[in-house]
């Protein structure tokens, strides 16, 4: 069976990308997850209650089981919260890359259907013009009942007339 491209996804650039490709999208698939992860309630909380929980360890813990020390300000808490950070940016960045490469197939769609309905709508009120133009000289020859009253009574005046203007006085 032949495999299809994804018509939600950009193609790939000009060159070789083929076999790259799936792991490529698979990578920005991750991306997209971490990016939607991380824009959660539950991601602040889970981050919250760690971030509680490493400073009430090494707060309340025996110096023995401590491993970052307030007294320091807890440095390994900091690292660990920049190095999170440092990767969670680049990571929110390619999702909103591939969103905006999916806003701009979307937006190209969009314009290609509203061409194609426009030139529908002209083509129609083309179409409705000449209909119009076609019943009306249609209806130029046709003698509606109407006209034919009025004519057969303008001649039966004129009947009328000249049958009194034959007769003797």
């Given at each position: 069976?032949?495999?299809?491209?994804?018509?939600?996804?950009?193609r790939s650039?000009?060159?070789?990308?083929?076999?790259?490709?799936?792991s490529r999208d698979r990578f920005g698939r991750f991306t997209e997850w971490v990016a939607r992860a991380m824009g959660t309630p539950t991601f602040l909380i889970i981050l919250t209650l760690?971030?509680?929980a490493w400073i009430t360890w090494n707060t309340l813990m025996p110096d023995s089981l401590r491993f970052d020390d307030a007294t320091l300000g807890f440095t390994a808490l900091t690292l660990m919260l920049s190095l999170q950070a440092s990767y969670a940016a680049p990571l929110i960045l390619l999702a909103q890359n591939r969103q905006d490469d999916r806003d701009r197939?979307?937006?190209?769609?969009?314009?290609?259907?509203?061409?194609?309905?426009?030139a529908d709508t002209e083509y129609l009120a083309r179409e409705i013009v000449a209909l119009r133009q076609a019943l009306e000289e249609r209806n130029a020859h046709?003698?509606?009942?109407?006209?034919?009253?009025?004519?057969l009574k303008?001649?039966?005046?004129?009947?009328?007339?000249?049958?009194a203007d034959e007769t003797p006085s």
């Open positions: 069976m032949a495999r299809t491209a994804r018509l939600d996804t950009p650039g000009s060159g070789g990308g083929r076999a790259s490709a799936p760690f971030c509680a197939v979307q937006i190209e769609q969009d314009r290609q259907r509203a061409e194609r309905n426009l046709i003698v509606t009942r109407e006209v034919l009253r009025q004519e303008a001649l039966l005046a004129e009947l009328d007339g000249d049958a």
